[in-house]
């Protein structure tokens, strides 16, 4: 290896450090958007080191520098539109596309290296076993992380669905995963066992997630990012490269936590998850005492300002119905006016709400909302009873008592113990069901009151009629 060749893996383990640096510093809210700017810088400075380093070592026909330039520049372009042009409700969706491009990234990498000339047939297992593994972890990852985008995406069902044989398969698929893998390294040569894994792996990622419902694609999301890590990773034993290792590794491992701290907030395990997920149960509407439906009661802004303008303490419930109205800045405009009047308020903030961890922060960060007033669940779960007024802007699954009790679709998941206030208000542009598919039993309590409006429009009016009663 030579000077420039050194130089350029000394880069690489730089760059490599600063993706452990840019990961700690995501650990608060307060250092994350540097974190996100040390790990994109040595991201780019690690592409242009790889660029250099082909040069260097290489020589490209012109075929190959448009292939090269082209792939940059239309990547460089879909990254920046995504970026820039995504709502923060399809976060999720992008993540998952995001896995996909990267699991296939990897898988395609191993592909080429077994099947470009010169390799013996002969070829080390060094090589071919994360070659194998690469191609079945990038494939399943691929194949399941566009249905997952799917599902969140509406583009596929949200429920779970199952065909007759489908259980089967899913084991089926696993054991030939094994028999390819040592087909391959045996024999890596071989293209009819190299098409053949790369096939059944893709089969496996689509029917692993089309049976897991909707309200599970979050954790399945956080799964499949770790396994797009674990492929990149393979890909850097492929490759012989400690970076890609290192970055893989990386990624593998935090999308591991974030998988398991997910299933921890929702009271299951991965494998449940995997298994079968939410949004099985029953959906049919909650009965009355009398066994007609439940009705519920209906405020105006004006009921609601009353409210939230004598209490002493108020906690907001933040959900994907603020998300998707983009209300984050009229919620912190009249959490604002209340904190001036001298009421105590706070947030409560469930691991998953907004979709996936740390979303609802975010949205929350954007329009200046003070990090102290933001309360993780088993923190704010014991003064729900001391609140005068629990504000939920549309929160649904996270919020319903149905969880505590067994034999339907949330039975044990986790939730922000918002029933046990003095008072509950909804804002909510409908009765429609979370992602679980069932009605919310909070809706229908005594104490609770709802205001039926688009989260935006309805802060905006709280607000001003707040104004005039504390003003």
Not at 295 to 311: E, K, N, P, T
């Amino acid at each position: 290896m030579d000077t420039f060749s050194d130089t350029v893996h000394y880069v690489f383990l730089a760059s490599a450090v600063c993706f452990v640096l840019g990961l700690h510093l995501m650990n608060h809210p307060r250092t994350a958007r540097r974190g996100n700017t040390l790990s994109a810088g040595a991201m780019a400075v690690a592409i242009a080191a790889t660029v250099g380093l082909v040069i260097h070592e290489a020589t490209i026909t012109t075929t190959g520098w448009l292939v090269l330039a082209s792939g940059g520049l239309i990547g460089a372009a879909l990254g920046l539109y995504a970026a820039r042009g995504v709502k923060m409700t399809d976060m999720p969706q992008l993540v998952s596309v995001f896995n996909a491009v990267g699991g296939g990234a990897a898988a395609l990498i191993a592909v080429d290296d077994l099947l470009q000339a010169g390799h013996p047939a002969a070829l080390g297992a060094r090589v071919s076993l994360p070659g194998a593994l690469d191609i079945v972890i990038g494939a399943v990852t691929f194949a399941g992380s566009l249905i997952a985008a799917g599902k969140l995406q509406g583009v596929v069902s949200g429920a779970p669905v199952v065909f007759p044989g489908a259980r089967l398969l899913n084991v089926l698929l696993p054991v030939s995963f094994v028999a390819g893998t040592v087909w391959l390294v045996l024999a890596p040569d071989s293209r009819p066992a190299l098409y053949g894994l790369a096939a059944v792996a893709l089969l496996f990622g689509v029917t692993m997630v089309l049976p897991i419902g909707g309200a599970d694609m979050p954790v399945v999301i956080a799964l499949l990012n770790a396994f797009t890590g674990s492929a990149v990773a393979m890909a850097g034993f492929v490759l012989d490269e400690t970076a890609l290792i290192i970055a893989g590794m990386l990624v593998s491992a935090s999308g591991g936590i974030l998988t398991k701290l997910m299933a921890d907030a929702m009271n299951r395990s991965v494998t449940n998850i995997v298994i079968g997920g939410f949004g099985t149960g029953d959906s049919t509407p909650t009965p009355g005492a009398d066994g007609a439906p439940a009705q519920v009661r209906s405020l105006s802004a004006d009921d609601v300002a009353v409210q939230l303008a004598y209490a002493r303490k108020v906690v907001f419930v933040p959900g994907y119905g603020l998300a998707a109205a983009q209300a984050q800045h009229e919620l912190g405009a009249l959490a604002k006016l209340l904190t001036d009047h001298g009421i105590d308020v706070s947030y409560a903030v469930h691991p998953v709400a907004g979709r996936m961890p740390g979303h609802m922060n975010v949205l929350l960060a954007e329009a200046d909302v003070p990090y102290t007033q933001l309360r993780e669940m088993d923190d704010i779960n014991p003064e729900f009873p001391q609140a005068d007024v629990a504000l939920v802007i549309g929160a649904n699954d996270v919020t319903n008592p149905m969880a505590r009790r067994p034999g339907n679709a949330i039975s044990g998941m986790p939730i922000l113990d918002v029933d046990k206030a003095k008072s509950v208000v909804v804002i909510k542009r409908s009765m429609g069901h979370g992602y679980a598919g069932v009605d919310n039993e909070l809706y229908t309590d005594p104490k609770t009151g709802m205001f039926f409006t688009d989260a935006k429009k309805g802060l905006s009016e709280l607000k001003a009629a707040v104004g005039e009663f504390v003003g």
